[in-house]
């Protein structure tokens, strides 16, 4: 490890580790401190990183912990740190021992005015991360202060103890927040999710930005807004003079991991394309030492541009593709007789090969033509327009159907909004939104006609349910106007008008409760919650994944990771399901009409006066389809065993571990 960061700890005694002397503090960490120490058997420096006593609290987790790093271990790889000895300190804290390498880490280094060292390095990374990758590891923090130089300046990437080898399991190496370095971290990281290689790939594509600009693509404030920034801001232009790397930043930086590159070996060839299509700056300097000053000149000057229109013509026929074709062989010509008649303007007049953007391109116009905008989860017009921008935002034609998208996202959301399809509608809006702030096109004039449209259909709608003394949609109006984010209001006189109107249910509307048996039911609620084994159908036959529970930033959650099936505490499967997000209920009603050929959805507040229904002893809170703030953020009504208030707003993404859901049905 690097001496760089090297901090002498002076206020506490260095930890007793049997083999070793520590010497001073190296480097300092959330979970660990760094100590250069020296192994007294083989009489040479040593790094030990020693765990804090609050990253593994329990003995369960040490013993975790160490199975890790004993996997880890077993990686050898020239450009990879090994590790040496993994044990406990005298006071019992895990530890393990690597070599320890004083040249420093890369971000003690400006590659700025280095181009190629840069990518001989990020080429160096691939291919220990191949290797790591190939054997189920991957690194999870892939950072210019964790990659080191030996000696003879070898590269090599340090700190996989808080790796993960997929298929075992949770991480239980951190204490806190999501690991990695927010700076470097793949969106699907920062949102505490589940991870492969290509959060890996993800962050080598920021290493790379860095190496290449002399600057991170996001930069901000505190870890929180970075992490942010990386999962909901637009990838950035590079700099005029880097414009060749901008098509493979727009992939390696994508916000959905399916969209980026899949493995190292691709991102590794990606890289030599991007080489290969390099401008030669130099042409220009040569041309000018080049006057034509003897009477030969104009030939050479004719044969010069002929030349180099030649080469511009193979060179962009080069780099149609972001990875390089495998070299073709060419026969070898032994005599002036045995070569070939070859036409070279038939040669190079032949169509170049379809490129990937313009597969991308045609895929997003049939989807837009068939209504496809958001599903089929594989073949849908948003995943296509924005592979497109991915491959090459610069494209006249990925603008123009960046715009067809948006027009089509319009015209969707008026007509959700006009049918009452509220929650159709926020989606559509959301995914609009989304595709607006990824393209850096937000305030577009497509995304402004959107608005416009949605306004104007939101207020005929109120129109109509003023019209109608329609005074149980006026809320609803309001929320959905919200959610929509519009840049104005409902129209005022109209809110005025709905304001006068008879507070109340919609026409005809009562609830089912036994009060009001003999009257006119238009919605039924479900007499009891959702159970466990009523989801776990629909979760089968969907293969839908887990919610999150609890909050992200919980140390329970990183070491004990709950969801529907392991809540935290004991439950039968006649019991209410809980870790349910708002969106996954919304998904449960989907399906369950779809199985009954009825139509289920969320309660409203309005449409449900029931009192909380316990589970062995502990009262549950029920989602309800109103929105709190926004529609990120969602009502739940009643007390639980976590919380008393009668009425809460909790992010709708997420499951928590007191609340489940109960539908109503419409007659």
């Avoid at 260095?14 to 250069?36: D, F, Q, W």
């Avoid at 199975?67 to 530890?95: K, Q, S």
């Avoid at 045609?362 to 837009?368: G, K, L, N, S, V």
């Avoid at 449209?453 to 006026?474: F, H, N, P, T």
Wanted: hydrophobic fraction near 40%; charged fraction near 25%.
């Amino acid at each position: 490890m690097s001496g760089s960061a090297g901090n002498n700890d002076n206020a506490s005694p260095l930890p007793e580790i049997a083999g070793y002397r520590l010497h001073k503090v190296i480097n300092h960490g959330g979970m660990s401190t760094v100590y250069l120490g020296h192994q007294l058997a083989l009489a040479r420096e040593v790094a030990i990183k020693v765990m804090l006593p609050l990253a593994l609290a329990d003995e369960v987790s040490r013993r975790r912990f160490e199975n890790e790093v004993r996997t880890i271990a077993r990686l050898e790889h020239p450009n990879i740190v090994g590790i040496h000895e993994v044990g406990r300190t005298f006071d019992g804290l895990p530890y393990y021992a690597m070599p320890y390498l004083p040249r420093g880490h890369l971000g003690q280094r400006d590659l700025s005015r280095d181009e190629p060292r840069a990518i001989e390095i990020a080429l160096t990374l691939l291919q220990a991360l191949d290797y790591a990758h190939a054997r189920g590891v991957v690194h999870r923090d892939v950072k210019a202060e964790n990659v080191l130089f030996d000696e003879g300046e070898r590269v090599l990437l340090a700190d996989f103890g808080i790796a993960l080898r997929r298929g075992f399991g949770p991480r239980v190496t951190t204490a806190g927040l999501a690991v990695g370095s927010t700076a470097y971290m793949a969106p699907e990281q920062a949102r505490g999710e589940d991870v492969d290689g290509r959060a890996d790939l993800y962050s080598l594509g920021v290493l790379l930005w860095e190496m290449l600009t002399g600057r991170l693509p996001f930069e901000a404030a505190d870890a929180l807004s970075m992490a942010v920034m990386h999962a909901q801001d637009p990838i950035p232009k590079v700099p005029q003079h880097l414009r060749h790397w901008q098509r493979f930043m727009n992939r390696a930086l994508s916000k959905q991991a399916a969209h980026r590159f899949q493995d190292a070996a691709q991102m590794a060839n990606a890289i030599r394309a991007v080489q290969q299509r390099k401008p030669w700056t130099g042409a220009v300097e040569v041309l000018q030492r080049l006057r034509p000053t003897q009477r030969w000149a104009m030939p050479v000057w004719a044969t010069l541009g002929v030349t180099a229109v030649t080469l511009v013509v193979l060179a962009f026929s080069m780099g149609r593709d972001d990875e390089p074709k495998p070299a073709t062989t060419m026969p070898i010509v032994t005599s002036p007789q045995a070569t070939p008649s070859v036409d070279p303007t038939a040669a190079m007049l032949q169509p170049l090969p379809e490129a990937p953007l313009q597969h991308a391109l045609e895929d997003a116009r049939q989807q837009i033509a068939r209504g496809r905008l958001t599903e089929p989860k594989d073949a849908n017009a948003f995943d296509s327009v924005l592979l497109a921008w991915h491959t090459d935002s610069t494209h006249p034609d990925v603008a123009a159907a960046i715009d067809q998208l948006t027009a089509a996202f319009s015209e969707q959301i008026t007509r959700a909004v006009k049918d009452g399809k509220d929650e159709r509608a926020g989606e559509l809006a959301a995914r609009a939104n989304a595709l607006g702030q990824q393209t850096g096109t937000a305030n577009s004039k497509a995304q402004q006609q959107l608005r416009e449209a949605a306004g104007k259909a939101l207020d005929a709608r109120l129109q109509l349910a003023v019209s109608r003394r329609d005074a149980a949609d006026i809320p609803r109006l309001t929320a959905l106007a919200e959610q929509l984010q519009l840049p104005r209001k409902l129209d005022p006189r109209l809110l005025a008008r709905a304001k006068t109107l008879p507070k109340g249910l919609a026409r005809g509307a009562t609830l089912n409760t036994a009060s009001q048996s003999s009257a006119k039911i238009s919605v039924a609620l479900t007499p009891r919650p959702v159970s466990r084994r009523e989801y776990a159908r629909f979760a089968a036959s969907n293969g839908r994944s887990p919610a999150l529970c609890r909050e992200r930033a919980s140390l329970l959650r990183v070491l004990d990771p709950r969801d529907w099936q392991s809540p935290g505490f004991r439950q039968d499967e006649n019991d209410p399901v809980v870790c349910i997000s708002l969106e996954d209920a919304q998904a449960y009603a989907h399906w369950y009409s779809a199985q009954t050929g009825r139509r289920y959805r969320l309660p409203s507040a309005e449409e449900i006066a029931q009192t909380p229904v316990n589970i062995d002893g502990r009262a549950v809170s029920l989602w309800l389809r109103d929105c709190g703030q926004n529609c990120q953020q969602r009502q739940v009504t009643g007390g639980s065993w976590r919380s008393h208030e009668a009425q809460r707003t909790l992010l709708a993404m997420r499951g928590y571990d007191d609340v489940g859901f109960r539908l109503v049905r419409e007659r």
